[in-house]
């Protein structure tokens, strides 16, 4: 007795298999190019949030200042000079130089006026991007 002889052999040659570990790998590069560019990118919403918290702490902080002060006569001159003692993170800016007068008819403002009734506090952060600002109004009735 003679074994039989299978025209059709089963599996896959050796051509198809290097072709099949060509395109995989190509595949798997370019896999690894998209998850590597995603995981060094995936820091930044923390940072970002981190510093929106800080600033928040800040402006928190400068806020408990005002309400300490809102009995005082001339409340935003002694309030931005408070400010300047408050202890800023690194990359943290502090802007107090713009003061306003709201005209009692309701009209905007003409532009900046440094014995204005309105102090205008900005925090801006630079460190991160894109460019972090937080601002808040504070009024003086005196």
């Known amino acids: 007795m003679t074994p039989e002889i299978h025209d059709k052999q089963k599996g896959f040659t050796l051509l198809e298999i290097v072709v099949s570990l060509i395109v995989a790998s190509i595949l798997g590069s370019m896999l690894l190019v998209y998850v590597g560019t995603a995981y060094n990118r ?5 940072m970002t949030s981190k510093r929106v918290l800080q600033m928040q702490q800040v402006m928190e902080t400068i806020n408990a200042i005002y309400a300490g002060m809102l009995n005082r006569s001339n409340l935003l001159d002694s309030f931005t000079a408070s400010i300047a003692t ?15 007068t709201f005209p009692a ?13 309105v102090l205008k506090v900005v925090l801006r952060d630079t460190t991160v991007q894109p460019n972090l600002e937080l601002i808040a109004l504070f009024y003086s009735t005196r």
């Open 105 to 117: 008819s309701g009209d905007e403002p003409a532009g900046s006026d440094p014995s204005g009734n």
């Open 42 to 46: 995936s820091v930044e919403p923390v």
């Open 86 to 100: 408050v202890s800023l993170p690194p990359g943290l800016t502090c802007d107090t130089s713009k003061r306003f």
